[in-house]
């Protein structure tokens, strides 16, 4: 008696190029059940599968195949050749087994394979055809990307806190602000600036924040350190990815170079978080002077044998690890390390009488300042409202066809640029004003009340103050912390050098008028007073 063959039918579709004009899953199943009832065939299994033929390692084809090895069919049903491979190795085994005559026949619509020289001949050629079409396909997708890269777009999606949007060009995409995603992404970087752990910060962001990725789930921890070590954030990127190949960004910037820099510096080497195996509180900022190695710990017990009590220390000292330099730095006990610091802080820490009026000096000068701010956003509105008429006269010409569709398109992208450019302004100048004044007065508060807290508070605390305080925090060989505090805490820390430094300064016409008005502003020390070119013109 003759055994009938049997059959698998094979449907495959990916989401590639390559596939865009193909048959949906359920459709190419339909149509090669017409081929199966045309030839009378019988079926073994239907196999349906996404996922491109130019990777190895389909998980159902494999195994159908193993199947096919095991005497289950003896045959194919396919929509195309492609959908069997489009590399090398499984086009070459489908081959193989014809030889081997596991496989004696397949069939397409309108065509059968047989076992035969001839047809496995042409077979080979297709599957050969196929491939080359993919990997043209990849030579030309690699090539388009470097192009992108270096009109100053990224070629890949656009990371948190950014969005692509379809540019004219065909396959172009732009990146642009992620209007809800973009602030909170930005308070990453400077919430570390201003000196908090850095895993602090993502446990506020992914709990408090709420801060979410691109699909609404809570980025993770991994993403969270990928995020504040790309520097893409601040305007520039890599292509290929470990190329060396760098581009200037046309996307906004989100941060400058040199904020990205400090986020890096509290990070640790290379960008990395520095790794924390101790519970000791000041452990993981400071490194040495002598060979910049970090500042570790060690705890000692010892007995005191004419008095039989035990006490127990803690030395801070240079883990002594550089390989090109001898590092002869002593240690320093905790207790004297805690002293250098409580005088640090004692020392930026400025008067009551000064902070009181410092913040209604603030307020003077806000409410004077944000009348011109005011005129600013209106103007920056009725600009914002041109545009949008424009672009809604531009439709309307271009359906009663007064305007053909490239002339369309190119002063729709012109007027789209300068729509999102006066949004940007807009949004700048909201923040401006707000955004200087709380950052003096966060910053007064903060040096008011920074000893206080460093003494009270846990290891987390104590490291969040020193951080913000300021950078290149350093223990050099004389047993003394060397700190290049942040510009407003180095004014504060030299308060009591004002009176000579500032003794032949004479008060700017502006402040004079100010001081005219409000008669009740006139500080008790005129050095109070902001100096020309200060940072942000208010006090220091």
């Known amino acids: ?5 049997k059959y698998f039918v094979y449907c495959r579709k990916s989401s590639e190029q390559e596939d865009r004009q193909v048959l949906s899953l359920d459709s190419q199943e339909c149509e ?4 199966v009832k045309n030839n009378n065939l019988s079926i073994a299994g239907i196999y349906k599968e996404s996922g491109s033929a130019h990777v190895i390692g389909r998980k159902m084809f494999n195994e159908m195949l193993t199947r096919i090895e095991n005497g289950e069919a003896q045959g194919l049903v396919v929509w195309d050749e492609s959908r069997i491979a489009r590399n090398s190795l499984d086009g070459g085994k489908v081959i193989y087994m014809m030889d081997l005559g596991q496989i004696s026949e397949i069939f397409k619509p309108g065509k059968m394979y047989k076992n035969t020289p001839d047809d ?11 491939k080359k079409e993919s990997d043209d396909k990849g030579v030309n997708a690699k090539r388009g990307m470097t192009d992108k890269a270096k009109l100053g777009w990224i070629p890949s999606a656009a990371p948190l806190g950014y969005k692509n949007t379809p540019l004219l060009k065909k396959d172009y995409k732009e990146i642009v602000v992620d209007e809800e995603r973009f602030p909170l992404v930005k308070r990453l970087f400077s919430e570390i600036i201003s000196g908090k752990q850095p895993i602090g910060v993502y446990r506020e962001a992914s709990q408090e924040w709420k801060l979410t990725s691109q699909t609404g789930a809570i980025f993770s921890k991994s993403t969270f350190y990928n995020i504040i070590t790309k ?6 990127f890599e292509w290929p990815l470990g190329s060396g190949t760098w581009y200037k960004g046309q996307h906004k910037p989100m941060i400058t170079r040199e904020e990205f820099d400090l986020v890096q510096r509290a990070l640790g080497k290379m960008g990395k978080p520095i790794a924390h195996s101790h519970t000791f509180d000041l452990t993981g900022i400071f490194r040495c002077t002598e060979c910049n190695c970090a500042i570790t710990a060690t705890k000692k017990t010892k007995h005191y044998q004419t008095t039989d009590n035990t006490a127990t220390y803690v030395y801070y000292h240079c883990t002594k690890k550089s390989k090109k330099i001898k590092c002869d730095a002593s240690p320093l006990t905790e207790t004297d390390l805690t002293k250098q610091i409580n005088n640090l802080l004692l020392s930026v820490k400025p008067d009551e009488e000064f902070i009181t009026w410092a913040k209604k000096w603030l307020s003077v000068v806000h409410q004077d300042q944000s009348n011109f701010h005011e005129e600013t956003l209106k103007s920056q509105q009725r600009a914002l409202e041109l545009t949008e008429n424009h ?14 569709d490239e002339s369309y398109k190119e002063k729709k992208k012109e007027l789209e640029l300068e729509k999102r450019d006066i949004e940007s302004k807009l949004s700048d100048t909201s923040h401006s004003l707000d955004d200087g004044r709380l950052r003096v007065e966060n910053a007064l508060d903060f040096a008011f009340s920074c000893q206080k807290r460093f003494e009270t508070g846990n290891r987390e605390i104590k490291q969040e103050i020193m951080m913000r305080l300021g950078e290149n925090l350093m223990i050099n060989t004389t047993k003394k912390i060397e700190v290049t505090l942040k510009k407003e805490f180095g004014v504060l820390a030299n308060k009591y050098n004002w009176d000579q430094q500032y003794k032949d300064w004479l008060e700017p016409q502006e402040y004079t008028d100010i001081l005219s008005k409000n008669p009740d502003l006139r500080p008790a020390n005129p050095v109070w007073l902001p100096r020309q070119g200060s940072n942000l013109r208010h006090p220091p």
Do not use: A, C, Q, T
Not at 32 to 35: Q, S
Not at 120 to 130: Q, R
């Open 391 to 404: 672009l809604n006269k531009l439709l309307d010409m271009r359906l009663i066809d007064l305007l053909d």
């Open 1 to 5: 008696m003759i055994m009938k063959n």
């Open 32 to 35: 090669l059940m017409k081929v």
């Open 231 to 236: 520097p893409f954030y601040y305007g520039e």
């Open 120 to 130: 496995k001949s042409w077979l080979s050629m297709v599957f050969m055809m196929s």
